[in-house]
């Protein structure tokens, strides 16, 4: 890789100047950055505070309409690391979304995944081919892709909640599709149960009109009854010395599809995790990268070597191979989702925990 | 395949006896029973009355005792075309189970897969695996194979229910293995809700410490609560004129395991089938044997060529490729339990509805 | 399960005579028998000699035609612990086939899964959904459930091999149909390589043209000149130092669906084993019944506590938990057939090793 | 989306400072770059022609020495689209790979999944995990993801090849994990045939020792013999008027893991494609992207809208939903490898080809 003469020093930059004439490049000059020892993700561990973002969302209800072209009004998590993109990871987008009392933003539908997780408020329906889905405090509503969707303020106050979506992973690898739908929602009905939930949000029931598996759940809505009810429990037969927890003082369920009893959609996990005060996780270092928002109580996360006061509605990142813990300090309650199904499909998956053997 | 002459006739004579002697035997003297043109199955459609059945059951309780090894006072049904065998079906063995107040049936685990359903009554609590898990009317009670159970009574009042187990097949195929456990129930707490349905019992949520996927579900109790509301709801969706029940009238729903969607045990399939007065079916063929019982209602049910009529508590066996059909007089509600699993793992599910394009 | 006075007897008679007339069977005096501690077959540990066979293959060659109707010149073992049935085992059924010079065999088809194998000879062709197979000695081919098949002999000279089905099986748990084909092979070419050749037998590359995966194999021949090198490449590499055989001097494979690494067939489990002069195997437990047929050389089994010594041809079948193993005195190569994919596929399969850690 | 008056417009860039400084950045100004209609590749259809290739590899090959560090003397195709980086796709890598007359390239692993394939010459065998691997004409050698792997010239001559690696898809996610192996080829033997073909180079025969799947195909060599007599077959069975091939004139395998029937490796399929001279394809949209590479003939390729006139060794690369079609003026061989289990596995396939009903 080293030349030793001035004339080789010429052919050696005339090689260089060669290569990129004919569009090609050398691996030898690269190969560290290319094929690094460990993840080096550019994407940086960071916070967001829910006050700072509920109230560029609020301002932004105030100057910027909702409609059709520019589709949501929503505000996007863009890691300082990916300067340019309005990307939370490489491979997620997440957002703030508000809606201002009575707006509709129009329906669409696109290739990417998506869903909203509600940290506070109601009043919102989601519309998910033409069923509309109510969202309120706590719960999970998915619009796997090429679902139309749009969404409705059914009253007077504002409402604002995050979404998610594999976005940047879309974008960069070129899969996605987009089409405009109704410029108000299809059905504006505003019931408490959508129809998706009468047909699937039974546990262990499937209906027998619906025995083919779907590539993503076909149950739309989440709700913060059950999901609170399992962690509930889950930290109850830990107390009576029965195995349920992740770790101890640390409850946690995965969102699935009833389908298969695997990720709700094919890009997209989605979990909510639950902290007795005082509890505390190892730090681990996981391939792929996550987005967290703290759904309730107040707590520390370590971010590599940083740690970070957290307390409701705040949001934070961790990119791949990154080490994060948290502390509770109060009850704990935390939504996460990451793209977990793109790296254990494609066999990119490892855990490391330091002190722990390795899985 | 015929011989012509005497000389020829003794040859052949003196052939088939040598086949005898060296434990051989010719195909084409037999091939029209050994591969008939659709399956003619030996065991026959028939239906027991719940009321008799029960009679007989209270009888049994007042002179048999339950204890180790009889372990189990129950009473099969036999189908009367497999005389000799205690056979629903040659796949499935259904029977009634009957517990006197304060009784207690051992703990055991089998191999064979084995659920209760329960038509009427309550009070018992079966123990799997040391879990204590109620019984009440309208549930779904699952023993997967190799689980310990054992049941108790723990009120005055004796208990009825059904019993369905793969064991005509675990036997046929030798595949059995059975082990003796305690003598007294391992817990003999009642609670109205056992362990597994508080980590499990959540639609679309799965315990974070329980990814690995289970052969069996991991849900013991299926509640009528959840069941009827299931049923109710597709009906009302029909109603709305949104496609939610199988066919006019018809709502049903296949009982899963949560990790996977798919049956709830390797061999077993259980439904519930849910019709309006007035609704019915159009006469199906399937490969497979299933076994019906009236939950509620009043109908009738054709089986081959002949009708009977069946009401709440009375059970039918449907042989496989026999053609049946419902009708619903009232509202008309069925459990239904078959083998489903064995034969579409095995690749020969086939089903014939005549006047209806095959699938 | 005592009655303790006599008219508690009477009434106990009469309770067990009402059971029978309303076609009921108590299970608590037939538990012992229904749930046996580990398997219990009937079915027994046995040896077919081939020179038995043959002979009798012969004589029914000069006395019984082969034609429409009884279809197939086959003889089937017939298991002496399971008297009246042509049955190896309760899920396998094992014949010699014997079709003497310019024979044909008619086409029929059926949902039982079929292969032959053969010990010695050549010149039939199996004609499997229009395609002429040619069998030679060591190969195994295919007729998996459902696909016509007829065989011709092309030659002046008669032709044997064993026919494997999962037809008990089939119609224990009445899943078979049957359809006559045409009375001569739709195509009498003999190539010595079939067109499911042509497409299939290439290690690791597959049509474009034939993405969908398969319930059974595509490919209908596997011929032994595979099979052989496949065989002593595995000692070969033994004797390198490399890990390769499942046992030392003990090489072994499984004959596979190439679009998905499978069984060959849904029910069915095709194996090859060879061995070293002087290998042998310990003892082994296995859930599931098996047929194994001496290809070449000498040596002894063990079946049970019975040794028997086996050479070229001699066909044995293993009940279910019958403890099994072999010795080779030469170098000693086996053919096997078994019900592993049944066992496994409702996950009843286990093993048993005395003295290995059980799996 | 509008502001209308002059206060207006500075509460709105004021709006827009805060999104920035606060590291957000809103969707509603984007939406059409983020979500196009149709995937919207910045990366573009390009051809690379053998001859400049081969030359510069020379030229590196004599001013640039090949070892630890930089660890292979290869050249990337680098989408003009893509500036900045050695990127054929986002998701592929490609690049000519030099080796001089006994010149060795050390050993090192990786999690991005990677083969070689070698449109001419030989003498170079590539060490995977120990098994050295003859490298021949028309062979497809893998290393899959994490597999130790160095190459070494045997000969006097040099030898040059293409890789193929899912490189920028790992870089871009964040997945890959890097290690540097033995400066030296850990087996220094050239054996026609490597260990893992001895294991696994048999059509439809699984060594009994190796029955758990693997994610990746455990055979490293797939041998030009076989290829070329399954696309020979394919044609002549055309000929012959049976169904095998997936366009008329046009003969094409997938290269398979033999453990599942599926995709050689997780994230890389790959193909080889044969036409008849005068043969051609139908101008097709595929979401995700290509490489393909003449192994021997001449035709033309449609991309977009530009034809290119392309002969052996020439390399082209075809973005996400860019269409392409192939003209073949001789018999027309072509390698190609892809994207498609990245793209098939998360749900993202879609398929259109103008005068065809949609799949």
Known sequence: ???????GDRELAQLYADFESYNLSPLWTQRDDLLPFVPSPRAVPFV??????????????????????????????ANPGLPGTPYATPTLWCAIQYLAGHETAPEHRHSPNAFRFVVEGEGVWTVVDGD??????????????WHFHGHHNDTDQPMAWIDGLDLPFAHYTDVGFFEFGSERVTDEASPSVSRNERLWAYPGLRPLSELDDRASSPLMAYRWEATD????????????????????????????NPTTGGDVMPTLRCEFHRFRPGASTRPRHEVGSSVWQVFEGQGTVVLGNEEHRISTGDLFV??????????????????????????????????????????
């Open 48 to 77: 967001w505070r829910w006050s700072e973002l509920f109230a560029l969302a609020e301002r932004s209800g105030e100057l910027v309409p909702v409609g059709r072209g520019g589709e949501r009004r929503a505000i996007a998590l």
């Open 229 to 256: 009810a399992a962690l509930r429990e889950q930290l109850a037969l830990e107390d009576a010395g029965y195995p349920a927890t992740v770790g101890q003082g640390h409850a946690a369920i995965r969102y699935v």
């Open 318 to 359: 961790v990119p791949s191979w990154v080490p994060w813990s948290l502390h509770a300090d109060t009850g704990f309650d935390l939504f996460r989702f990451d793209d977990g199904p793109i790296v254990e499909r494609l066999r990119f998956d490892r855990t490391h925990v330091p002190g722990e053997r390795r899985g």
């Open 1 to 7: 890789m080293t030349a030793t003469d001035p004339a």
């Open 132 to 145: 509309p889905v109510a969202m309120r405090r706590g719960d999970l509503l998915l619009t796997p892709g």
